[in-house]
């Protein structure tokens, strides 16, 4: 029995030392295909974001990134957004905190058209190893009655398109 339990044991440390912890950038330039090919035509960023906007409007610091990916809306009356970052190791945190931040400025502090909140609320920032996200994105709800709950169901089925694809592409 106490065989068993530690083969297994060790064979679990073994398959969670196989799993990728440190990204690159090759693996974020995939996960932005994969994203932008699960969303194809609905996919609404219109405005590269570069490491100044990143710092200015998202207030993340240039010196805790790696590399990193953004796009978000030229205009006010659309919110979409993708911001993927292969972070420093030792700033994961510190880049999580700041995504998380810019997630909450948007759902509480930032003017957003009423049809825009329910995706707002549906965005998800996400942890891979090194790699940290920022997913706002998905086609609109075009129905024109609906209870808040089903749009927000589908807010978050479309954001949730982004944040599969970003993982399997990690994988």
Known sequence: MKK???SLLIG????????????DKEDLDKAILAIKEVYGENYYPSMTMDAAL?????????EDVVEFYAEGPMMSNQVDTLIVIV???DKIEDVKKALEDYKYYLEHDAF????NMPKVSASQVIVKGNIVAFV??????????G???????????QVQ???DALLEALK
């Not at 679990?12 to 990204?23: D, F, I, N, P």
């Not at 957003?112 to 049809?115: L, S, T």
């Open 54 to 62: 990143l710092e200015e409007i998202v207030k993340v610091k240039a």
């Open 161 to 163: 398109l982004g944040v």
């Open 147 to 157: 209870s808040e709950a089903e749009y927000a169901s589908y807010a978050q089925a």
């Open 12 to 23: 679990l440390l073994v398959l969670s030392g196989c799993a990728k912890a440190t990204y």
């Open 87 to 89: 972070a420093k190791k």
């Open 136 to 145: 706002l994105l998905g086609k609109y709800d075009e129905r024109t009655e």
């Open 4 to 6: 068993t339990v530690l």
């Open 112 to 115: 957003n058209y009423p049809m």
